[in-house]
């Protein structure tokens, strides 16, 4: 019993605090929730991968895409930006070691782009605080 006390207590602290976030996926679906950084609960079901039809490829378009993409998130990370490439002329590891070596010589400092072969969208965040 106490210990559900204290436990109810942590979790009104840190939202009075306004220590309280979670993110959602693009249907609005709840992903995680807790503090800024340290998720206390997150879902088992990984978001949906994002499809070239979900950029506005047409179907045939989509159909000839294929391998992995380049995500490249921005500053913000709450706008990534995505390359498909064609059947057979993937490029996405020579792509991003060159990305990877023009970042290095700027001294970047904002999200490193990445290959994948299922790419999501950025996880919107919601904050909370409360007077």
Known sequence: MRLAIVGILVACLCVFAG????????????????LPGV???????????????????????AS???????????ANSRVFRYKY?????????????????????????DPEPYCTDNPTAPAPTGNAFVF
């Not at 220590?19 to 807790?34: A, I, R, Y």
């Not at 000839?64 to 921005?74: D, E, F, R, S, Y």
Request: negative net charge; aromatic residues 8%.
């Open 19 to 34: 220590c309280f976030q979670w993110t959602e996926d693009p249907q609005g679906n709840l992903q995680s929730v807790g």
């Open 64 to 74: 000839k895409l294929g391998g992995a993409v380049l995500v490249m998130p921005t």
């Open 85 to 109: 490439y064609q059947n057979g002329q993937n490029h996405c590891q020579d792509d991003l070691k060159k990305m990877l070596a023009d970042r290095a010589q700027q001294g970047a400092t």
């Open 39 to 61: 998720p206390i609960w997150q879902s088992k079901v990984p978001p949906a991968p994002m499809k070239p039809t979900d950029f506005g490829f047409t179907p045939e378009e």
